[in-house]
């Protein structure tokens, strides 16, 4: 039962312009949100998160937006850059699950100079 | 200023064979979590440790799987008899402060063991 999903495994965007990566997640429960940047042969880096009470959080050139209704939530990164490129994993947590974090299977981005 | 460290960094071992993994947290950060990532997969949940209570076992997938963390720092995760089905990259985090709900789960490097 995936409880956290990342239906595109990958996303390719120019330089310069928006990259919008989604998660949707089923568990009613969760009610804290958080966004990891993974380079390869280096563990998931901290990026963003955000609360169930609030339905947009920013940082910098990333944001991100919660829509509880829809259980979808998306990562902004904008402008996007080269360095940018890397696997980005959405996570979930429940209060009723403690501090574990339940993850989905990361998309692939690739900024293109 | 170091952050989490894993060893080995890599380990290939042979069907059968019991395999220890180590993780040394951050100085300070009183929860420690041990996931795995099995190839093409997001991350599974294994373990959870806060402070001196009883570990959350709850993500572990058999009883081959243990881990101890002693101290209140160190810790090791232990398989044994391994099986084809283990090869993952194990990856260890540590995030501060009591419950850590919300907080940041800072991760090591991963350990990439290769069960034939």
């Known amino acids: 039962d995936q409880q956290v999903k990342q239906n595109s495994p990958s996303l390719s965007v120019q330089e310069g312009r928006i990259s919008i990566l989604n998660c949707d997640y089923t568990?009613?429960?969760?009610?804290?949100f958080l966004w990891y940047k993974k380079y390869p042969a280096e563990g998931p880096t901290f990026l963003i998160s955000?609360?169930?009470?609030?339905d947009k959080n920013e940082d910098g050139r990333f944001t991100v937006f919660l829509n509880k209704s829809a259980k979808h939530l998306s990562l902004h990164i904008v402008p996007s850059q080269p360095g940018d490129s890397a696997v980005y994993f959405c996570?979930?947590?429940?209060?009723?699950?403690?501090?574990?974090?339940?993850f989905g299977e990361g998309t692939q981005l690739t900024v293109n100079p | 200023g170091a952050g989490v460290s894993q060893s080995p960094s890599n380990k290939v071992t042979e069907k059968g064979k019991d395999v220890e993994l180590r993780c040394d947290p951050i100085?300070?950060?009183?929860?420690l979590y041990w996931y795995r990532q099995s190839l093409g997969q997001g991350l599974e949940f294994l373990i959870y440790?806060?402070?001196?209570?009883?570990?959350?076992k709850s993500g572990l997938p058999s009883d081959r799987f243990s881990a101890e963390r002693t101290g209140g720092s160190v810790s090791t995760l232990t398989i044994q008899r391994t099986q084809q089905e283990d090869s993952a990259v194990y990856l260890c985090?540590?995030?501060?402060?009591?419950?850590?709900?919300?907080?940041?789960?800072?991760f090591g490097p991963g350990t990439r063991l290769l069960v034939l």
């Open positions: 985090a540590s995030s501060k402060g009591q419950g850590a709900r919300g907080q940041a789960q800072y």
């Open positions: 568990n009613s429960m969760f009610d804290y």
């Open positions: 955000i609360s169930s009470i609030k």
């Open positions: 996570a979930a947590s429940a209060v009723t699950s403690g501090s574990r974090l339940t």
């Open positions: 100085s300070g950060h009183t929860a």
């Open positions: 440790f806060q402070g001196n209570s009883a570990p959350d």
